[in-house]
C-alpha cells in the first residue's frame, strides 16, 4: 500500500535543503575568477556562505508558526498571524523568498524544497 504525504495545517512540515543557488553560484564564480578575480572570490564565499546555511538551518511550517532552527537549537519564530503578505520571486526558477510581517520585513534566499515550501505557505498562510 503507497500513501503520499500531504502538507496540512495540524503536522509539522520541515522542508529538505535545496542547494541549488549555491552550487551555481560556486560553479559562475569559477570563471569570473579568471576575468575579475575579486569580483570572482565575492561571488564564491557567498556561494559557500549560502551553501552553509542550507546545511545548518531548518525550516519547519508548524500548525501557528514558520520556525527556523540552527541544529536542533529554535532561533527564530514568526507567527503567521502576524504576517501580512509573501511571495516567491521568479517561479521559472525560484531564488528569493519574501514575506512581510506587520513590523518587519524579511527576504531569504530558496535554500529550501520551493514546491514545499509554496505547498505550505498556501496552506497555511494564504495570500492577503
Not at 579568471?34 to 556562505?49: D, E, H, S, T
Not at 503578505?85 to 513590523?103: A, D, S
Not at 534566499?109 to 494564504?126: A, G, V, Y
Request: contains cysteine; glycine residues 4%; positive net charge.
Amino acid at each position: 500500500m503507497t500513501t503520499s504525504f500531504t502538507p496540512n495545517a495540524i503536522s509539522t512540515v520541515e522542508l529538505k535543503p535545496s542547494y541549488n543557488i549555491p552550487i551555481v553560484l560556486v560553479f559562475a564564480a569559477i570563471p569570473l575568477l579568471l576575468i575579475q578575480p575579486w569580483l570572482g572570490g565575492v561571488v564564491a564565499v557567498f556561494g559557500l556562505f549560502l551553501m552553509l546555511q542550507a546545511v545548518t538551518l531548518r525550516l519547519q511550517f508548524t500548525s501557528t508558526d514558520l520556525d527556523i532552527y540552527r541544529g536542533d537549537k529554535l532561533i527564530r519564530r514568526f507567527p503567521y498571524q502576524e504576517w501580512q503578505n509573501w511571495r516567491i520571486f521568479w517561479n521559472i526558477v525560484p531564488i528569493l523568498f519574501y514575506f512581510k510581517e506587520i513590523n518587519s520585513i524579511h527576504f531569504l534566499p530558496i535554500l529550501f524544497d520551493p514546491k514545499t515550501l509554496k505547498s505550505c505557505l498556501e496552506e497555511r498562510c494564504p495570500r492577503i
